[in-house]
């Protein structure tokens, strides 16, 4: 059988896998989700026709999200996964041992099971004692949280559908509110080949909730640009140059994406993007 | 009309632009030509059903060939540049003042062209004073020189077809003789996705040539994996650190890609390509 998995963007682009078979399709209360077997990038997990995870690339995406902040922040005990619930963020976040709690707010219980069935290695952190899984509304969850977390990861699909108030500046003041005072916020931020529009009204929202602010990029070859950006924001100053590298010895092994040198590099991001969010330091 | 030019890689990953019109589609003596206006990425252009160029994104590609060897190597003077009939990669040498003379040897007279026809943006270093256009075989032709250039920028398309003898031990021996003794070759060496025994060929055929060597990549939207490498090889030492930054300053106006912090950065590539081709330091 000639099977393809195609995604879509915006009439414009189309990204499609040669694929052996359909092992999931169904709807949840929030949105469609498939999950096939491909080729190229073995086992995929799509979300209303988005690509999330793949088997053979999942862990750039889940590296950068995780452990970028992780080492930047000089002790984090306490973190949240907002979205994410495929379970990758976790399972990279419980590399680092002083992390005592980490809890995953994720809106859709569906995405949850369903990875834990089909994507074991990507969601197995899910499993680690200090891990919760709170299934429910981030931007409701995080409401109820005052400066008491270390780092609030924004693991979230794109800026319309569910994923849309987890862009909103209103949502960004709460995660700062959520914060203590050293924290840091990271959140995905599309790619630097979105309009200037889109990618400007996501740095100013997170200005809402922030003083410092930096993006920093990594390539991702199932989503259909390419290229991906993070953002992490504090409302203390931070230096990329400034990460643990004691910490970072400790969980490099088995890193497949992230180097010590990759960390601050990935801050150095093309003049086109930095020209469009307007960050024109490293 | 519902349009779509599509490249597919290996049976296996499709990549689609909504296309507006064909402009151009042809046979050479080489290859199949193809000119396409597409929405997403703007005019561009495609040899045997491969995306080379396009409006949109070709900086990131000519950037990264072409200003990194130039700005690591001291004092560069004449430089030559096998394939790329585009004309991307000489537009952009052309920006350093104290190049005196730019070859190109392209194999396929009609790429010269019909990209001087329709990517005139592009290929508008072809009228530079420099640069001497010479439509032939780039193997043949580098094997009459003998140690007079100081870099050599193979602008190959990939390793099956006209390019295939740009990636042979042979071809790299030819190209160490024909530099100075610190001279440095640059050549693209395709996707970090790429198969470890495709790019563990390529990086193991450059040390027939060459004692030093270190890939960079570089994330380009319209290839099908996104991630690009190019690999830089001398018979001397190079460190990349050591770009001249004084003649960065001097171009860097116009530059979309590149950014000082961005050429030490580009060395810093992701673990998995690392362990594929045994390149464990930055």
Known sequence: MNLWYTEQEAE??????RTEKVLFSGQSEF???DVVETVPYGRLLTLDGCTMVSDHD?????EMISHIPALIHKNPKRVLVIGGGDGGTVTELTKHAG???????EIDGMVVDLCKQYFPNVARGLNDKRVKVNIG????????MKGELDIVVVDSTDPIGPGEGLFSRDFYKSVAAALKPDGIMVAQSESPWFSKEI????????????THKKSYVGAIPTY???LWSWTMAANVPFDQRDFDRARFGKIKTGLKYLTEGGITAAFEIPMFFREKIGQLEG
Request: glycine letters at 12%; a positive charge; proline letters at 2%.
């Open 58 to 62: 999942e862990f750039v995406y889940h």
């Open 137 to 144: 509304d981030g931007i409701a969850f995080i409401k109820k």
């Open 31 to 33: 949105q469609k989700i």
């Open 99 to 105: 992390i005592e709690e980490i809890i995953l707010c």
């Open 199 to 210: 990618l400007g009204r996501i740095q100013n929202n997170i200005l809402g909730g922030f």
């Open 12 to 17: 414009l682009i189309k990204l499609s896998f």
């Open 224 to 226: 259909p640009r390419g």
